[in-house]
Structures are given as structure tokens and as C-alpha cells.
């Protein structure tokens, strides 16, 4: 990836996960959080648990890798691929 700024996000339930930043901006949310809100090095994400920040975040890998790759995958390839797991 592009990026290799890192950004911590942290759950609801206090799970910290650091990712790179082309990857945390894929969620408008998180993008306008890194321009307004950082407290003590990391964004606070309050209503979203450290199970579903993750896949959250797998979903905007897969975006990202997909934006730098010629092979992109379908809608249908990256919905199904969030079903796994």
C-alpha cells in the first residue's frame, strides 16, 4: 500500500488496532475523525465493537489493494469475501 502513515482505532470494547491510513480514510467516518478528533494517538470509534471494527477494516483492505491493482474484484467478490471467516 502507498500509505505507510499509521493510524490507532480504537473499539468500543478498548481494542487498539493500528492501520495504515489509506486503508482507515476508506470509511468517511474515520477519514473525517483524522481531521477533526485524535485523542492521545488514536481515534475513539464508540459504537463499533473490535469484532466489527476488524472486519470493517478487512473490507477497506480489500478496497485499497483492489484501487492498486488492475485485477479489481467485483462488488459481489468483496461483499462475499466479508461473509467469510
Do not use: W
Amino acid at each position: 500500500m502507498a500509505s505507510t502513515r499509521k493510524i490507532t482505532l480504537k473499539s468500543l470494547d478498548g481494542e487498539m488496532i493500528e492501520v495504515d491510513e489509506a486503508v482507515a480514510i476508506q470509511s468517511q467516518i474515520v477519514k473525517h475523525l483524522t481531521e477533526d478528533i485524535c485523542v492521545d494517538g488514536y481515534i475513539p470509534l464508540p459504537n463499533l465493537s473490535g469484532k466489527i471494527l476488524r472486519k470493517v477494516i478487512e473490507y477497506c483492505k480489500k478496497h485499497v489493494e483492489a484501487t492498486n491493482s488492475n485485477d479489481k474484484p467485483s462488488e459481489e467478490d468483496l461483499k462475499a469475501g466479508m461473509l467469510i471467516s
